[in-house]
């Protein structure tokens, strides 16, 4: 069952469409990575599905909940971790969790249970009496993801989850979306530039060019429409292969001089 539905969902900013005409379909309980290079959109698709900009034609459902006519359901069936920062580093773990627990009306009974679960759940629990200016870029993120799963959201939205961690940091958060998965059920729709990341945690894929998507389906899906490419050598084709197939020049499409500095920022905060 399809538990997000996008319809010709398409967003414009004065001349520029930054979404144009985007159909897709989500299923429970998945893990769906959409790709692009910067600027083709898939920041703008989640802050759609999030409810955090409208669409300007189209429509997209939630949790079977409209996006415009019925936001503050949606609002209440996700859980969002953006690349932004998203946490206060002058309170400790678990105050920045509470504000998220009242926020969300959790009882209060219920309240300091269920945040040293999470913080427990997502390997922050002896450092949740610390300031979060203390954590490192991997705690931080892992306390994102807390806060995000407090209010235990049907849809985790995820955006550029481990942009900025070193390798070991990402490996850690990578198998903490497996372990939501296995324990919640967790629908995660994420976006990455990782090809490796998408490989390893997708069960479908989206690849976006210019607002528009180009391809989508399995891994192993993409990789067989290009295997043709690679007729002469035998080599199986790899995701970095497919992505480049399908939105060209890889340089051309790195992204301006704004979404540079997005993606630097991002960086050096979790750095």
């Known amino acids: 069952m399809a538990i997000i539905n996008t319809y010709q969902l ?3 900013f004065d001349h520029i469409i930054a979404v144009n005409g985007v159909t897709l379909s989500v299923e429970s309980g998945e893990v769906f990575g959409l790709l692009g290079p910067n600027g083709a959109g898939k920041s703008t698709m989640i802050k759609m599905l999030t409810t955090l900009i409208r669409p300007t034609i189209g429509t997209a459902h939630v949790a079977q909940f409209d996006v415009v006519q019925q936001r503050s359901m949606v609002q209440r069936s996700i859980g969002y971790v ?4 998203s946490v206060d580093g002058t309170l400790s773990g678990y105050e920045n969790l509470l504000i998220i627990a009242k926020l969300y009306d959790v009882p209060r009974r219920k309240r300091s249970p269920r ?3 999470m913080l427990s759940y997502v390997g922050l629990a002896e450092v949740a009496d610390r300031p979060v200016r203390t954590y490192s870029g991997g705690m931080i993120r892992r306390l994102e993801m807390a806060q995000a799963l407090l209010h235990r959201p049907q849809v985790l939205f995820l955006d550029e989850p481990t942009v900025g961690l070193d390798p ?3 490996k850690a958060m990578w198998e903490l979306v497996k372990q939501l998965r296995t324990d919640y059920g967790s629908t995660i729709f994420l976006t990455t530039h990782f090809m490796e990341e998408a490989d390893t945690l997708c069960d479908r894929l989206a690849i976006m060019h210019q607002g528009q998507v180009v391809v989508k ?3 192993s899906e993409l990789k067989d429409s290009i295997s043709h490419l690679n007729h002469a050598t035998g080599d199986r084709p790899t995701l970095d292969d497919v992505f480049i197939h399908y939105t060209g020049d890889e340089l051309a499409s790195a ?3 704004r979404d540079t500095s997005i993606t630097r920022r991002t960086a050096q905060r979790l750095g």
Do not use: F, M, S
């Open 10 to 12: 398409t967003k414009r």
């Open 82 to 85: 953006p690349q932004a920062l």
């Open 115 to 117: 945040i040293r679960e």
């Open 168 to 170: 070991v940091a990402r």
């Open 217 to 219: 389906g399995t891994p």
């Open 255 to 257: 992204g301006d001089y």
